[in-house]
Structures are given as C-alpha cells and as structure tokens.
C-alpha cells in the first residue's frame, strides 16, 4: 500500500509540475505581456519601462523559476488590472467555488446514483430506458443554456429564487443544479454498470439463495462494491466542476474563482490567470492522487495488480 | 472486425438460422441491417442529415441576409406568438436580423467547428494513443504521462485563455480546441491497440517483415476503427458545446458570425421579455449535439453487439 501510495504521489508531483510549465509558457509565448499591460497607446519607451518594471526582461527560463520559486510558497505576485495581490484575490474568491463545487458534486450523487442503481437493478424495463433516455439527453444540454433556462423559469416567472449573486444560499440552489447535471449522466451510467456487473456475480448468487431480503442483497452485498469506480469518478468531476464553474459563475455573476479567471482574461492580466490554472491543475491532480490510493483502499486488486 | 463483431448475428425476428452465415455479405451491409433496426441511431442520423442539409443549402433556403440589420423590426417574436409573422419566421434579434437565417448560417459554423477540430484532435491523438498502445515500455510511460498533463489542465479555462490569446476568432477557436480535445481520442486509441497488438495478424504481419509505419496504419489501425468513430462524434459535439461556451463567453467565435452560442450571448439581455432569443439558438445546440450524440452511441452499439448496455 506504501509502496502503491508513494508510486501515485510521485507521478501527481511531476504531473503538477509539468502543468506549472504549461501554465507559464502557454501565456508567455503567444504574445509580448508588456505591450498588452502598456496598453496599444503606448509609446516604446513607456513600453521599456513596463517591461523593465515586471521583470520581463530577464531571460524567460529565470521568469518561470522565479515565478514558480515564489508561487511554491503561495506568491503570485500582483494583478496587473486589480490594484491587489494575486494570492488575496483568490483567496477571497476561492471560497464560492468550492462551496458551488462542493454543493453540485453531493446535488449530482444524490440523483445520479440511485437512479444508476435502480436502472441496473431494473435492467432492461421501462425504468432503465427511461434513465438511459434521460442521460443521454442531459449531456446534451450546454450548462450555459441550462443555467438560463432555471433563471427564466425559477427566477423571473415563478419568482422563487435569486437571479444572480452569491449572497446567500439561496443563490447556489440554482447554479448547483445547473452545475450538477453536468456530472449526472456519467455517474449514472457507471454505477448503473458497476451495478449491473456486481449483480451477475456469484455471490449475489449466494446472498439471495440463502434466501437474503432483495434490499439487504442490493445495498449491503451490490452497492458497496459497485460503487468503487464511482468514487474515482467523483474526484475527477469535481475537478471538472471547478474548472468548468467559469460558464456557471458567469451565467449567475458569482464571483467566484472562475469569474476572477474570466475577467483576468478578457483584461490580459496574465498573472492571475496562470495562477488560477495552476491551482485548478493541481487540485484536480491532488484528488486523482487521492482517488487512486482510496481506491487503492477499498479494491486490493488494484494495489497489487 | 474479427475482434470487435461476431461474423453472424442474429436479431430478435431475424428468420436467418443462428449458425447459418449469410452469403457473400460484406460487413457495410450487415452494418446498414442492423442500423436500420436502431431507433436511436436513426432518429440521431435522421436530424443529423437534416442539419447538415439546412445548413449546407443555407444560401438557397434562408428567407433574408443573415446580416442585414433592420432596427425598425427589432426583437419580433417567433411565430408562434401571437405577434409573429411570416416574413420572419423565428423572429428577429436585437438589431432586426432575422433569426430563421441567422440560425441556418449558424449551424454551418457548428459543423465546421465540429468537423475541423476532430480532424486535428482525432489525428493528435491517435497518433499519440497508437504509438503508446504498440510499443508499449518506456514509449509508453512517457505518452501516458503527456495524456495524465493534459487532462489535469482544465479544459474550459485553458481554451478560454488561448483562444483570447490568439485573438478570439473562427480559426483560434479550431486551433485551440483541435490542440486540446485529444485527450480521449489518445486513451480509448492506446487501450483499442493494446488489446490488438497481441493478435496473430500483427504477428504474421511483423514476421513477414512488414514495416512499422505499415502495421501501424494498415493492421493495426483498420480495427480500432470502431472506436475511433464512436470516439470522433462524441469528441464532435463536446468541441460543437465548448465553442458555444467559449463564444457565449465573449471570447469565442466574434460578432458579426452568427455563431449560436453567441447569438445566446446577445440575446441574454433580452431574455426576461423575449425568452426565445437564447431559446432558438439554446434548442437548435440541443438538437444538433443530441443527434450527434445519438449516431456515437448507435454506432457503437451497431458495430459491437456484445458491448451493447
């Protein structure tokens, strides 16, 4: 298991790592940073200066080491367009993408498994066509146009919930749900599977001939197994979620993390966006890592495999 | 095919014996039979080839320009509403342009998003998944490293920050989402190849001597060509709903291009007194990436019954 464990954590820091020069490179090669913060009126000189003022004189390897030196111990250094630091900001905003995050992860198990389960259980009826239908269906509506759709309907005609902000929890009901929907169909899909797999298996065999209650057999002897795989899953679309809450907050006007990125880009504030990306890199690399070694935990195949 | 579809199949009514194989069949036609029995798939193709038809023949079927402003008929509701009218038939947008027309233009930027982006991706990826898959060892290690980088960075914000980066236009967002949507193509590749490398014809093929580059694309590649396509409509659509992300985010395809995502953009204003702005273009995504999702789906069932769930 240590062993398993130390293998996982050394592949998650070099991915982290490699993500951090993708972050730096990808926006320092596609374009000179010091006219884009000078501004197009700006004179050469007054263009010397910026790019003398932020450091980006220096050659481009000792930028990316400084930077990643200082973004180790949580510098980022300043925003070019908000008159603060870079750490600040996110720290301010981080907390209603994560809350958002959080709320559409737990919002999409609920739904996603017990319909997954009951598909699988009732494989091949009515019931699982419908839930099949269903998720194909979900995956197929853009988060933005759903986000929209629930304010028109729940917001502007029926008047029952907020149309955008983040002030209360009445404002993360809707943009949860929107959210949440995302992750649905491929969560479904795989406890339905898992399900489905467990259930052919020969110790379920076993529990109903011992004359086992069909509940005691699906939930105790089935779920517990099935629902390995979908404890991965989960970690990896949180993951997605905070990455892809930018549409989200946007739809809301939450000012979330993604929010803060969206601005930050539209605005050529460089900074900010490289530190945004790397912090959702390497929190979507942190819970993969946790993901493997918890199902590493649960599944003794995988660890010795 | 061997190792992807039995050679006989039989389906509930079929009067064909089980063991009894048809005569002379090739495999095209035995895929159009089981095609046609799919509802799924042929509803999907069905509202597919209707799309793709409106919008090659956009030219001919659109009733006015499709940028052509008019701002004395500005926001005229569809059809459907008591105020609408014929001469616009899904009304009009901010600037009086006509919906119908816009829409109609707009699919051919999906398609064409669509289509170019899985061309590169398709092609990054395979490449990529291939050479993981055959040579296996250290090659291997190293591309699964590239493909476990690539899906740590998120998606929506990286392609938000290149595409404003190279400028937030048509061909920036291809580029961008054809550089970054070969994620899956390179997994399902690599895992496709793993499981045929082992087959006796690549053996036979490497004993004979055959080059590498040939086993690649001649044994090898033919055979996961089931999963490539069930893998390239799926990638289609997640590319058609990323560009309508990226432009209902401003920093997408740019107006004028009547791009759907962006016509939702524009009419967000507009949406608490006229709904149907964002809810045209909104059920016109919807349709078009359901159907493609529908075709990925049915095919994958169509060409491998036994991994039908």
């Given at each position: 298991m240590l062993a398993y464990t130390m293998q996982r954590l050394i592949v998650a820091l070099s991915v982290a790592f490699t993500v951090s020069v993708v972050a730096f490179f990808l926006l320092h090669l596609?374009?000179?940073?010091?006219?884009?913060?000078?501004?197009?009126?700006?004179?050469?000189?007054?263009?010397?200066?910026?790019?003398?003022?932020?450091?980006?004189?220096?050659?481009?390897?000792?930028?990316?080491?400084?930077?990643?030196?200082?973004?180790?111990?949580?510098d980022f250094g300043d925003s070019f367009y908000f008159r603060d630091t870079v750490v600040s900001l996110i720290a301010s905003r981080i907390g209603v993408t994560l809350t958002l995050g959080a709320i559409s992860l737990l919002l999409s198990l609920v739904v996603a498994v017990p319909l997954g389960v009951l598909a699988a259980v009732y494989n091949g009826t009515i019931i699982d066509r419908l839930a099949l239908s269903f998720s194909v269906i979900g995956q197929a509506i853009p988060t933005f146009c759903l986000g929209l759709g629930l304010i028109i309907v729940f917001s502007v005609t029926l008047r029952w919930l907020p149309v955008s902000g983040a002030s209360s929890w009445k404002h993360y009901i809707l943009p949860s749900i929107a959210l949440g929907w995302y992750a649905v169909p491929a969560v479904m899909r795989l406890s339905r599977n898992g399900m489905l797999e467990v259930l052919s298996a020969d110790y379920i065999r076993t529990a109903r001939a011992k004359g086992l209650a069909p509940g005691v057999v699906i939930f105790k002897h089935a779920l517990r197994n099935a629902i390995i795989p979908v404890v991965a899953l989960a970690a990896v679309q949180f993951g997605f979620m905070l990455g892809g809450s930018i549409v989200i907050e946007a739809v809301f006007s939450m000012h979330g993390l993604g929010y803060l990125a969206w601005e930050a880009i539209a605005r050529n504030d460089f900074p900010v966006v490289q530190a945004v990306v790397l912090i959702l890199a390497t929190i979507y690399v942190a819970l993969t890592f946790l993901a493997d070694v918890a199902n590493a935990f649960l599944d003794p195949r995988i660890r010795l495999a | 095919m061997s190792d992807l579809a039995p050679t006989t199949i039989t389906m509930p009514g079929d009067d064909a014996p089980f063991d009894a194989p048809r005569a002379r069949q090739s495999p095209f036609v035995g895929f159009l039979r089981r095609s046609r029995r799919h509802g799924g798939l042929m509803l999907g193709a069905t509202v597919l080839f209707v799309i793709i038809v409106a919008a090659l023949a956009a030219p001919l079927i659109a009733p006015h320009d499709p940028y052509a402003q008019n701002l004395a008929q500005r926001l005229i509701p569809p059809i459907w509403h008591p105020k609408g009218t014929w001469d616009h038939v899904l009304g009009t947008d901010k600037l009086g342009r006509d919906y119908f027309s816009r829409l109609l233009f707009g699919a051919r930027i999906s398609l064409l998003i669509g289509l170019v982006t899985v061309a590169i991706s398709g092609t990054i990826g395979t490449?990529?998944?291939?050479?993981?898959?055959?040579?296996?060892?250290?090659?291997?290690?190293?591309?699964?490293?590239?493909?476990?980088?690539?899906?740590?960075?998120?998606?929506?914000?990286?392609?938000?920050?290149?595409?404003?980066?190279?400028?937030?236009?048509?061909?920036?967002?291809?580029?961008?989402?054809?550089?970054?949507?070969?994620?899956?193509?390179?997994?399902?590749?690599?895992?496709?190849?793993?499981?045929?490398?082992?087959?006796?014809?690549?053996?036979?093929?490497?004993?004979?001597?055959?080059?590498?580059?040939?086993?690649?694309f001649s044994e090898i590649l033919p055979n996961i060509l089931n999963a490539l396509i069930v893998v390239a409509t799926l990638e289609m659509a997640h590319a058609i709903l990323l560009e309508a992300a990226l432009s209902f985010l401003g920093l997408g395809v740019q107006p004028p291009l009547p791009s759907w995502g962006l016509m939702i953009a524009e009419g967000k204003q507009y949406m608490f007194f006229s709904p149907w702005v964002i809810g045209v273009p909104a059920v016109a995504l919807v349709f078009l990436v359901l159907a493609i999702n529908l075709v990925g789906d049915g095919v994958r069932d169509v060409t491998a019954p036994e991994n039908r769930t």
């Open positions: 596609s374009g000179d940073i010091a006219i884009s913060i000078a501004g197009p009126e700006a004179s050469p000189a007054q263009v010397e200066v910026v790019r003398h003022q932020f450091g980006l004189d220096r050659p481009l390897l000792v930028q990316y080491l400084d930077w990643l030196w200082k973004a180790v111990r949580f | 490449l990529l998944g291939i050479c993981a898959g055959y040579f296996g060892g250290k090659v291997d290690a190293a591309l699964s490293y590239v493909i476990t980088t690539r899906l740590a960075l998120p998606v929506v914000l990286v392609a938000l920050a290149s595409a404003a980066l190279v400028g937030g236009s048509l061909q920036g967002v291809i580029i961008v989402l054809g550089l970054l949507l070969w994620d899956r193509f390179a997994v399902v590749t690599r895992s496709a190849t793993q499981q045929i490398a082992r087959a006796d014809y690549v053996a036979a093929a490497q004993a004979i001597g055959c080059s590498t580059p040939r086993i690649l």
